[in-house]
């Protein structure tokens, strides 16, 4: 490629810039980046990228944009560089949530532009350029959207582009995505937001001190719970339905998980537990466990 | 010390024989094992212990005798032991809910023996002899129970011995002890459990591969999700009382955050969202985080 504009520069922007840069991917990378400190932190990289602040100025050959921005901003960006969009360029985000903000950005973007969404499973609960790791997409997942328009010539260009960072990538519709991932990530998210809001209720309730011994399990959550809440506001928000089900099925397994402890319900107590141990054993076979916690999103 | 008695030689039991052997905290260490895979891993480590199996050849004058077994098998250990223990022998355990098991010992143990609960928060998904560690205590909570009976000379004793072990002793009584890690501990295992549970509920009724994408936050739960089952039915049932109260709060809770999604409500969202990552700055400020995964119990 030879040119290739990321907008947006926080975590998974400059891990994306270090990643194409270090692999030698493109000739020329663009940065769209408003943060000032973002701006500085790249600044500091030394890493041979171009950073603009107008659209006016920039090249309109562009092979491919990736929005790396959270997703309440592709509206604005996309309105911002829809005349800068060649019908060669491939439009693409990482967003966690496909098929609300895909529709939007399909409705806003110029008749014949090119635009498949990716969504590469990693993050972090910290954000920001100085976060960044050109490792970051290497051995993980990254989930491509099909639709029935979409053209395989650019499917499979963008395919290889991911490839190249070290991703293994996986191909579903934007339907398919929002159902999974509102149950592999959307749900354990919302749920550590939960036990950790619970957890300060209780101890406001009570008056103990309680994070000092969040070593017994909290502690693991609240990692999960520090996440960027402007990110996690609009995946609640844009996987709405999903996630509702979601959260319904969870609370009718609690309560009869609370049953079972009421009543003192023995074996059912310890399939469920047991049970349990069984996708632990699937998730180390399936080699998707690692030393260290490194959440996606 | 001259004679401790380690009952129940797991990850718990081996860890305080590892360590109280290292640390040269007792020169008679005495191991009661049931289970010959567990027996098997003891004698390789040849760390020179002495492991019986009936109690009639055992001698009766231990200074400490620690229970390191399943709180279910409490009783019938106490009704073993109890004509051995020695009006100067403190016995104790490594459970992790207090409040019921400390009754039901007490009951049984013979008139003016010494019983002091330990719950030391540490411990590991894995489970058996075989994942002990001589350093697992270092640098952890330790949480010992003072009730209005508790004698000084013997508490002091007690909290020296888990001080050698490198923990670091708290002295609480057991009502306060049973609610603060209802919250801490009991929930968030139990969720992470309900979580698993959610989610392969829902992959039958889907018929889609989730667990391959585990990593999008599903498996640092099931992490946590793979603890001993022996343990934890033990823990649910015997914590019942509070553990109910914490799951009715945290449902309230989860009832709240579904509305706040439903209805779009930003600023409440963002709010709860933010609040989260406070307690995560808490969390790293009380030095409670770590980079492994290493959740107690």
Redesign the interface.
Known sequence: MKNILIVGCGLIGSSVLRAVRSRKISRNIYIYEKSKKNISVIKKLKIGCKIISKFNNASNNFDLIILCTPMSQYQNVITKINKYISSKTIVTDVGSTKETSSKQVRKLLNKNKIWIPSHP??GS?VSGAEHGEKNLFKN??CILIKEKKTKKKYLSKLRIFWKKLGSKVIIMNSK?HD???S?????????????????????KQ?K???????????????????SN??M??DV??SN?KN??S??N???K???L??K???K?E?KK??K??????K?????IQ?K??I???????
Do not use: C
Request: hydrophobic share 45%; no cysteine.
């Open positions: 499973i990693t609960e993980k997942w398919k159902i999974v991932f149950m592999t990530s959307h749900l354990p998210h919302l749920i550590a937001y939960n036990l950790v809001k619970t957890a300060t209720d209780f101890e009570k103990y001190e309680l994070i000092k011994y969040s070593a017994g399990g909290l502690r693991d959550f609240s990692r999960i719970a520090a809440e402007i996690w506001r609640f928000f709405q996630i509702i979601a959260i099925l969870f609370i397994n609690l309560n998980f609370k079972n402890i009421k003192r023995n107590l310890i469920k537990l047991v049970n349990s141990k996708v632990r054993k699937q998730i399936l998707q466990d030393n260290r916690p490194d959440f996606g999103r």
